[in-house]
């Protein structure tokens, strides 16, 4: 009676240990088949999206340039006072003494 317990035990364990070498030889296949897989590294996608950008940062870095020396063109040609005003004020300022000069030799007399 114990001896067909025992038997019945090693049938199952004999099943197990067969399923497992099973498994194991699947692993083994899998393994190798993954082994022989090969993956390159592509970065072409990365490098043109990087070539992309480093035109637009270059294009729009030329226009602020051009930008920044044309503002620097009119604010060495702008004048703050243009010469008509400037010629206008010395003359009322030259009528103005006139006038001041006359009223004190008058007032002098």
């Known amino acids: 009676m114990g001896y067909k317990k025992l038997d ?3 049938e199952l364990l004999t099943e ?4 497992f070498n099973k ?3 699947r692993l083994e296949k899998l393994t190798k088949n993954v082994d022989d897989i090969k993956i ?3 970065t072409s996608k990365i490098e043109h999206l990087l070539e992309t ?3 637009v940062s270059h294009h729009m870095h030329t226009q602020n340039q051009k930008a ?3 503002l620097q063109d009119q604010i060495t040609n702008s004048k703050v ?3 008509v005003q400037l010629w206008l004020q010395y003359v009322i300022w030259l009528m103005s003494l006139i006038i001041i000069g006359y009223l ?3 007032v002098m007399n």
């Open 8 to 10: 019945e035990v090693m």
């Open 16 to 19: 197990e240990l067969d399923g």
């Open 23 to 25: 498994s194991i030889d």
């Open 40 to 42: 390159k590294a592509d």
């Open 53 to 55: 950008h480093l035109k």
């Open 68 to 70: 920044i020396q044309h």
């Open 81 to 83: 006072v243009s010469k």
């Open 104 to 106: 004190v030799i008058k």
